[in-house]
């Protein structure tokens, strides 16, 4: 007689072996080119930059999993990209005390404080990123040109600053096409922006790179496709009808798909699973809001860039968008509620 032990649960049901570490490794090694060429652009200043928020957040994760006596989650690889994507966010010639504070916050009040993997409402390297520059607007928005002849044998003064004391910068430090847009009228080549030819922050230059990326996790469906194409289709949309309308006042679609940090937050930020939408349409519309408020922060408001905080909204009403949207199940009268 054959014994089987038949096993009954509520959803979801796995149907693939796959982990969260599976996931979160191939995330890794989706951002690793982009970590690659933001070194090849800026030389140390970004590799400091980007491994000193690193650590912060691999440190920090582990510090308060032992203090709270629970079996450390570093090697679920999350903190690690939590430091990446902070690191690829920050200006190249940052103060490494900054970074790390900013890896502390990551950590500690943009995941932790929620319960860890798998609570935190927002996303924890844009946490961090809106912290810091609410404490620090003049060094995380003070740039430094890509592709200078030094950039592997000079270090900026900026990153060795002191704790609180106050950064002194390069005289060749230089303005994003996002800033030069906005404040100058300048528009820069759409050929320079996709091939990473611009200052901005280490790791937003190169969208051809930031791309491949995405297609490798959606081609190892370790990523939904709505999201980014949402984002992107919308911010390209909106973009382009305002051009149609004056092509005098408005860049085109390509300058703002290809500008700035849009490409990265479509792709491994915008795309987090904690805190996006569980359902398809859900997807859509989240990314819909997101590429929309991208670029009316961009034309109409006084910052010059817009994705950190239209991701943080998103997420905001992340929960609000499932209920909204969540299909009845059959033979109920009632939209289950999304807790």
């Known amino acids: 007689m054959i014994k089987k032990t038949l096993n009954i649960s509520s959803s979801p049901h796995i149907y693939k072996r796959r982990s969260t570490g599976d996931i979160m490794r191939n995330v890794v090694w989706a951002l690793l080119p982009v970590v690659f060429f933001s070194v090849y652009s800026f030389g140390l200043n970004a590799l400091l930059v980007i491994a000193t928020a690193t650590l912060a957040s ?45 890896g502390v916050i990551s950590i500690a009040l943009g995941k932790y404080i929620f319960g860890g993997l798998g609570y935190n409402v927002f996303n924890p390297a844009l946490v961090a990123r809106a912290v810091l520059q609410a404490a620090f607007p003049v060094a995380i928005t003070t740039w430094h040109p890509a592709l200078l002849p030094d950039r592997f044998s000079t270090i900026a003064q900026s990153i060795f600053t002191m704790p609180f004391m106050q950064p002194q910068f390069d005289a060749i430090s230089g303005a994003t096409p996002l800033t030069a847009f ?53 911010a390209f949309i909106l973009s382009g009808i305002l051009y149609l309308s004056n092509s005098e006042i408005y860049p085109s679609p390509f300058f703002m798909l290809f500008s700035g940090g849009l490409m990265l937050g479509a792709v491994f930020m915008a795309t987090d699973m904690v805190s996006s939408p569980l359902t398809p349409l859900g997807l859509w519309i989240y990314g819909g809001i997101i590429g929309i408020l991208t670029i009316v922060i961009r034309i109409w408001s006084g910052l010059p860039e817009g994705v950190m905080y239209s991701i943080l909204l998103a997420n905001a009403i992340s929960p609000h968008i499932d209920n909204l949207v969540r299909n009845r199940v059959y033979g109920t009268n009632k939209k289950i509620k999304v807790t």
């Open 182 to 234: 906005k404040f100058d009228g300048i528009v820069a080549p759409t050929i320079e922006l996709a091939f990473g030819q611009t200052s901005g922050s280490t790791g937003e230059t190169c969208a051809v790179i930031i791309a491949l990326g995405g297609i490798y996790l959606i081609s190892r469906k370790m990523m939904s496709w709505r999201t980014p194409l949402a984002v992107l289709l919308s």
């Open 58 to 102: 691999v440190l920090t994760e582990h510090f308060l999993c032992k203090l709270s006596k629970k079996e450390s989650t570093v090697h679920d690889y999350s903190a690690v990209i939590t430091g990446l994507l902070l690191g690829l966010t920050l200006p190249p010639s940052f103060p490494l005390w900054m970074a790390f504070v900013g």
